[in-house]
């Protein structure tokens, strides 16, 4: 099985490189002639967390959602190479950031899909929920330094992401 789980991350790993290079790809071929920054890149005003474990929920740049459902889909495979890449290099303090990003995201994308598709909406509430729980573990390992648990949880948490791609798609 533990061969199986390599092979999946590492083809989940490849598809989120592929999607990340046509983005940046496409993104530089669509700039603008204005040359100051559109107001939803500039940085919003950082807010201290109230107390808790809120700290890890909630980013000054937390990630705000693209217009369409392939977009999203692109800042989720974007988010996604950039956690594997943290785990890979055993920098775990990172994990918790951009495993709430892909929450966050995938919320939004879910919430797309269902106006589009409200048919798909029960199917789609219950992986959003494994989504969130997933978040959460990978924060909790990574806050951890658990390396081998943080490994399986994000492939667990591909798993979910293509199963979400097959019900959602990428229209």
Same mark, same amino acid.
């Given at each position: 099985?533990?061969?199986?789980?390599?092979?999946?991350?590492?083809?989940?790993?490849?598809?989120?490189?592929?999607?990340?290079?046509?983005?940046?790809?496409?993104?530089?071929?669509? #700039?603008?002639? @204005?040359?100051?920054? $559109? =107001?939803?890149?500039?940085?919003?005003? !950082?807010?201290?967390?109230? &107390?808790? *474990?809120?700290?890890?929920?909630?980013?000054?740049?937390?990630?705000?959602?693209?217009?369409?459902?392939?977009?999203?889909?692109?800042?989720?495979?974007?988010?996604?190479?950039?956690?594997?890449?943290?785990?890979?290099?055993?920098?775990?303090?990172?994990?918790?950031?951009?495993?709430?990003?892909?929450?966050?995201?995938?919320?939004?994308?879910?919430?797309?899909? #269902?106006?589009? @598709?409200?048919?798909? $909406? =029960?199917?789609?509430?219950?992986?959003? !929920?494994?989504?969130?729980? &997933?978040? *959460?573990?990978?924060?909790?390992?990574?806050?951890?330094?658990?390396?081998?648990?943080?490994?399986?949880?994000?492939?667990?948490?591909?798993?979910?992401?293509?199963?979400?791609?097959?019900?959602?798609?990428?229209?």
């Amino acid at each position: 099985m533990s061969a199986n789980l390599k092979k999946w991350s590492i083809v989940a790993a490849t598809a989120s490189m592929v999607l990340l290079v046509v983005a940046v790809v496409g993104c530089s071929s669509n #700039k603008g002639s @204005s040359d100051s920054p $559109a =107001a939803s890149s500039q940085p919003a005003p !950082a807010t201290p967390a109230p &107390s808790g *474990t809120a700290e890890h929920e909630i980013s000054p740049d937390a990630m705000v959602p693209a217009g369409s459902i392939p977009e999203i889909w692109t800042q989720i495979a974007g988010e996604q190479t950039k956690l594997t890449a943290a785990i890979q290099n055993g920098q775990l303090k990172d994990v918790h950031h951009l495993a709430f990003g892909i929450r966050d995201l995938v919320v939004a994308l879910a919430d797309k899909a #269902k106006a589009a @598709s409200p048919a798909s $909406a =029960a199917k789609l509430d219950g992986m959003v !929920a494994q989504v969130k729980e &997933s978040a *959460t573990k990978l924060d909790e390992l990574g806050d951890a330094g658990n390396l081998s648990g943080t490994q399986t949880e994000s492939a667990k948490l591909g798993a979910v992401l293509n199963a979400i791609k097959a019900v959602a798609g990428a229209r």
